[in-house]
């Protein structure tokens, strides 16, 4: 990924640079909101870092300018401003996910990971895994040959999971790629239709592909 920082602590940029280098991404920085916003209409990120306490032009400035001069890049916000009505005029104001400080890095990551996800072009029509097949183009799932009928919020968790085969996909990973989410809920609907789309895909075959990780998530595999 090719992302943008806009942060004024020093400190805190350093971490988050280094830590983005160690796992394989490209960061320019910006100290101040007015080198950050010349910065977000002048060059294409995958994803934006903004701190909302900025030099020369607060963070929500910036983001109300690129936003209305037609960048769409996603935007985390990273700011130590932690009340509920900050995260609301954060998100009102165009950001996809408000993250406060202090953080731990690697929910950093995962968060820009999934917002990159996100705006990320299908590079396949087709997915398979062993005899699962899934047709992006017609919305049409087989195995072993049989055409298996999913509703669409089924189908979009199965095209999710088949894109991570025999990974731990969390449910907050799925709240937010499949249900679009950015906290938790407190709902069943994970349960319901993972149990549905279990129904489905693997009652009547030899062995089943969806696994259940207790206190993580779910899987699939093709055995």
């Not at 047709?135 to 894109?163: A, C, P, W």
């Not at 809920?185 to 969806?210: A, E, W």
Request: glycine share 6%.
């Amino acid at each position: 990924m090719n992302i943008l920082l806009v942060e004024d602590e020093p400190t805190v940029a350093r971490l988050i640079q280094k830590g983005l280098s160690e796992s394989g991404h490209s960061c320019e920085h910006a100290d101040n909101g007015k080198d950050g916003l010349s910065f977000a209409t002048s060059k294409q990120y995958d994803v934006i870092i903004l701190d909302r306490m900025l030099p020369h032009m607060d963070g929500i400035e910036v983001l109300n300018s690129y936003r209305s001069q037609g960048v769409i890049t996603p935007t985390l916000i990273l700011s130590a401003k932690n009340k509920v009505e900050d995260k609301v005029k954060g998100l009102r104001a165009g950001a996809e996910d408000y993250l406060t400080k202090p953080f731990a890095f690697e929910e950093l990551l995962a968060r820009i990971e999934i917002l990159a996800s996100r705006n990320a072009p299908l590079s396949n029509t087709n997915l398979t895994l062993g005899e699962l097949d899934l047709d992006l183009i017609n919305r049409k799932v087989t195995r072993e040959g049989k055409v298996i009928d999913l509703q669409s919020k089924e189908f979009k968790l199965l095209e999710y999971l088949m894109h991570n085969p025999g990974k731990i996909v969390t449910r907050t990973m799925l709240l937010e790629k499949v249900w679009e989410y950015n906290f938790d809920p407190q709902t069943n609907v994970i349960d319901v239709h993972i149990s549905r789309l279990r129904n489905k895909i693997d009652k009547g075959f030899d062995y089943p592909m969806i696994e259940t990780i207790r206190g993580a998530g779910y899987m699939i595999n093709n055995r």
